[in-house]
């Protein structure tokens, strides 16, 4: 279990700088610092191993998510909580910020990847969901496409803050983010701002 | 020149579709049916082609606000507009498509590409800032906080729409997306939704 996490890890890493056809086999091999047989008895190809990295990024937006809605906040909170946690998560985490690489960069797999957003999207709806069934949501709010914004602003922010400057300083853009969603999210005449900074 | 535009077009059919480590010479060479030579006469590298299709989406971006803001519109609403505009050209010109994905492909170039997403941030900055000169941007928006969000945004759904179905969905994306901006974008009681839809 140790060697299948540091080959994980150490593709993570590769992914992240190099994207899925800059990365080769020995690279990953090398950072792991593993055997070759170590290597293979995990993951049989490039794919499958790029394929694991993004299945861990989808599994740590699930426990994000998961772990913000048991608090029981309010659950538009728990959706800006989430998502500032996952900002975090991508500076930290070379697995998490290749997840969203690897996501983007279809077309470069043989197989295509099931539903590559579409878990994000339904982990961020069902809280909305409930935002909205509790009247915690403006009437001009549609909860999935409000979930897709998010997604895909967040998809956004991580490339852009990539290409520019590498990830640091995603969790300010996150918040300049929710600055100016929250608005139209909230009821009309809840003018609360749950800044992302606040919460732990 | 018209070899020249064909290669580009051709390229950003490859580019659009496979990213840039998944094309090659020899794949634009039979898109674009010139020759060889004619093709390295415009074009000595591909990495010199990719950036030239980058060039080509930033210079479309900057001929849609400059069409745009002089129509002397609300500059919000030429914000709208050019974005509205912008998502349509990822639909129907392949050259915008690959300019969006080469972008985001970061790490797989030799040099890199100066200010990847500054002109676009730029831009829509200069449209906001004159919003809020003109006492039409809310109290709680930054003009280039707002910028960069649209960007990331915009990027994100591109890549999104693209991982998922496409293209297809963008302009319905990008609606769906000023829906909720707008209303952390315009001022304490403007409930007026510049629809895209309702712009030529």
Redesign the interface.
């Known amino acids: 279990m140790r060697t299948r996490e540091a080959v994980l890890r150490a593709a993570g890493e590769a992914f992240a ?3 899925f ?2 990365t080769s086999m020995s690279d990953i091999l090398q950072r792991a610092g593993v055997t070759k047989g170590a290597l293979y008895f995990h993951f049989s190809s490039k794919e499958e191993l790029a394929f694991a990295v993004v299945a861990a990024q989808k599994a740590a937006v699930t426990r994000l998510a998961e772990e913000e809605a048991a608090k029981e906040v309010p659950p538009l909170q728990a959706v800006v909580a989430t998502t500032t946690r996952w900002a975090r998560a991508v500076q930290s985490d070379p697995v998490v910020r290749a997840g969203v690489r690897l ?6 797999y043989q197989r295509p ?1 099931s ?4 878990q994000w999207e339904d982990v961020l709806t069902q809280l909305l969901q409930r935002a909205q069934d509790s009247g915690q949501l ?1 009437e ?3 909860p999935r ?2 979930a ?2 998010i ?7 991580t ?2 803050a ?3 400057h590498g990830p640091c300083d995603l969790p300010q ?1 996150v918040e ?2 929710w ?7 909230l009821p009309d005449g809840h003018k609360v ?1 749950v800044l992302p900074r606040t919460l732990s």
């Not at 996501?103 to 470069?108: I, R």
């Not at 997604?151 to 922010?157: I, K, N, P």
């Not at 600055?179 to 999210?185: E, V």
């Open positions: 700088q190099n994207g056809l800059g996501v983007a960069e279809q077309g470069a990847m539903r590559p957003y579409g403006g001009g709010a549609n496409e409000a897709e914004l997604v895909a602003a967040l998809t956004g922010a490339i852009v990539q290409a520019t853009r300049a983010m600055q100016l969603l929250l608005t139209g999210l701002f």
